[in-house]
């Protein structure tokens, strides 16, 4: 039996003490344990607002810039990396934030096994690895197998937004994307990248590159109606 191909390493690193705290105390609050059962959305919010997934959040603070400046829709944040949690947590914390839940598991299985169909208005993929070696592109999570769970999970109407700052990776999102006209449509019109929407907060990592004339790429895919 051959083992999945992983979209990412698992680096845990060491938990500062104040990760550890987080953990210990706010994780029973924000955090989802991972069973192969599909998740109640609503029950899991305490409400029925517009609920919003992004894929490997890193250090989390994309994800809790947004929620709090969204505080009418749901996050739910996807992160492997241990000190990523732990720094998201402390985030939530120190900003009172009340509408992010997070998952510490593989995407994938996230995506296949806990969220129903048609559950998101959207899913963010900002800045995945871009596994820049040839022979590692089979690495990338973005592939067509990738966007069959998009498709089942986003709502008609929902969407999907990528961001890259490695531009032969944005030509490959753009080509898997685009050969699946049948179920998502550009919504900056065909072949076209989109100007940064003003609710993706600009990283620190991305102002520095900007400085240095290092390029960015956006992608809005709209899930069409089945």
């Not at 003003?198 to 004339?213: I, N, V």
Request: aromatic share 12%; net charge neutral; charged share 20%.
């Amino acid at each position: 039996m051959h083992r999945p191909i992983r979209s990412f390493v698992l680096r845990q690193g060491r938990l500062t003490p104040g990760q550890q705290r987080a953990f210990d105390a706010l994780w029973p609050l924000y955090g989802i344990d991972y069973t192969a059962e599909r998740l109640d959305l609503t029950d899991l919010f305490g409400n029925d607002n517009p609920t919003f997934v992004e894929i490997g959040f890193g250090n989390g603070e994309s994800l809790a810039q947004m929620a709090a400046a969204h505080p009418e829709q749901n996050y739910l944040g996807i992160e492997v990396h241990g000190p990523g949690v732990g720094h998201l947590l402390l985030k939530i914390e120190e900003l009172n934030l009340t509408n992010i839940r997070i998952m510490k598991h593989d995407a994938i299985e996230v995506l296949n096994n806990c969220l129903t169909d048609a559950s998101l208005q959207g899913l963010f993929l900002f800045f995945p690895d871009p596994w820049h070696k040839k022979r590692h592109h089979k690495r990338r999570i973005l592939n067509p197998d990738f966007l069959t769970h998009l498709y089942r999970v986003i709502k008609p109407g929902g969407f999907f937004h990528a961001a890259t700052d490695w531009e032969d990776y944005a030509v490959q999102m753009m080509t898997v994307l685009s050969e699946a006209a049948e179920q998502f449509q550009n919504s900056a019109g065909t072949g076209n990248y989109t100007p940064r929407p003003a609710y993706r907060p600009l990283t620190k990592f991305e102002q520095r590159g900007h400085r240095l004339g290092h390029g960015v790429w956006d992608l809005i895919f709209i899930r069409r109606q089945a």
